[in-house]
């Protein structure tokens, strides 16, 4: 019998475990894998660690990077500074289990290689059934907060509307390359165009001694590896890469239709991925995870003080990450839907004028300067300046 019961040992699960054990309430973890942080199906990047009151250190961090550079279908390149943050490409399989190690030492029991297949609501509680060496097993919870990811199933299990729709969901392959020429071992550099990446991007993010060279794709004509391997040998990096090679190959799934209708039911939460708490524009999701992960564990916790985990109380979830985040959630969901629209031919014309270097990107006032200079944009962007 457990106060507290996550399932996932992703950031967003050890977050919520983390907070949840800080306030006093018993929590479980459980990770169906047997080593948290594998396998790694992302880009690493995180935009800040300070947020989270927690130290950059050489253990995790592998790059600390200041912005990025976008080039359009034809190689127009416009360079975004971030002088007023840094962000951070960090090495998930360490960077995962500091975040579960974080959480044990705060009170978190934690439990490998235990995959939850079942959930049952048994009066105020839920019963929660685990698979673990081959034995089946029931553990009991007061809260369960479901962060398993974009397959996650846990959601559904418990009542709500999660199911993600597979054309929503960016199909991504990723080299871990060492002898990678980059433009800037402090800048990120991101691909544009319907060639290379069709409704995603491709990326080279820097990562000390090797890059992360990748891309995600929403289109069913070919796998995303073999556009992958058509980038490294055609794009306007392919000189860069010519001495590259791989030393870990990565694949994962996206979500980018934005958050699920509802994240909580009667002592339920479902976080991260799978609750769509990613950019629909650029598919990063550990800060968000991360951060309401935090909220999560942090209502759980006060919860379970209350003696009180129904709808009711537990709504101050979804009331409180919807403040912080909802917003620039569906606003980078219009912007994912204007540049899927866009020929490649518009893509360049957009990185025209955008011009060759800004800084922040404020998204809305980016939109009127891109009006101002090249008017014929105006159907796709007229109803984000009414």
């Known amino acids: 019998m457990y106060d507290v019961i996550v399932i996932?040992?992703?950031?967003?699960?050890s977050m919520a475990s983390y907070y949840a054990a800080k306030s006093g309430a018993k929590t479980l973890l459980v990770e169906k894998s047997q080593e948290i942080g594998e396998p790694v199906r992302c880009a690493e990047a995180i935009q800040s660690l300070e947020d989270f009151g927690i130290k950059p250190s050489d253990e995790f961090v592998r790059s600390v990077v200041v912005g990025g550079y976008l080039f359009s279908?034809?190689?127009?390149?416009v360079i975004v500074r971030q002088d007023k943050t840094k962000g951070y490409v960090v090495e998930r399989k360490i960077f995962d289990k500091y975040l579960a190690i974080r959480a044990a030492k705060a009170g978190a029991k934690i439990r490998v290689k235990t995959n939850a297949i079942g959930l049952e609501r048994d009066g105020d509680y839920w019963n929660v059934i685990v698979e673990h060496l081959g034995e089946e097993k029931v553990v009991r919870g007061k809260i369960v907060i479901a962060c398993d990811g974009v397959e996650s199933n846990m959601a559904e299990l418990a009542g709500l509307k999660a199911k993600k729709n597979p054309m929503e969901v960016c199909s991504c392959a990723e080299y871990e390359m060492v002898n990678v020429e980059l433009l800037n071992k402090n800048m990120m550099e991101f691909y544009f165009g319907n060639n290379i990446a069709p409704g995603g991007y491709a990326w080279i993010f820097p990562k000390g001694?090797?890059?992360?060279v990748g891309l995600g794709v929403r289109d069913k004509k070919k796998k995303a590896i073999d556009y992958l391997h058509d980038f490294i040998?055609?794009?306007l990096a392919k000189d860069r890469l010519k001495n590259a090679t791989?030393?870990?190959?990565?694949?994962?799934?996206?979500?980018?239709?934005?958050?699920?209708?509802k994240t909580y039911t009667d002592g339920f939460m479902v976080v991260g991925d799978a609750a769509g708490q990613i950019s629909p524009l650029t598919g990063g999701g550990i800060y968000l995870a991360m951060d309401c992960g935090r909220i999560a564990g942090e209502?759980?916790?006060?919860?379970?003080?209350?003696?009180?985990?129904?709808?009711?109380v537990i709504k101050e979830y979804e009331i409180r990450w919807k403040e912080k985040h909802y917003e620039y959630l569906m606003n980078h969901l219009k912007y994912r839907k204007i540049l899927e629209k866009m020929s490649d031919d518009e893509?360049?014309?957009l990185a025209e004028a955008l011009g060759e270097e800004i800084e922040d990107i404020d998204l809305k006032k980016f939109v009127k300067t891109i009006l101002k200079k090249k008017p014929s944009l105006?159907?796709?962007?007229?109803?984000?300046?009414?």
């Open 299 to 312: 209502v759980a916790g006060k919860a379970v003080k209350l003696g009180k985990w129904d709808e009711e």
């Open 378 to 386: 105006i159907k796709y962007f007229k109803d984000l300046i009414s």
């Open 8 to 13: 996932g040992a992703g950031p967003a699960g």
């Open 233 to 235: 040998e055609n794009s």
């Open 209 to 212: 001694e090797t890059a992360n």
């Open 347 to 349: 893509l360049d014309i």
């Open 73 to 77: 279908p034809s190689g127009n390149k």
């Open 246 to 261: 791989p030393v870990e190959f990565k694949v994962g799934g996206a979500p980018v239709s934005g958050p699920i209708e």
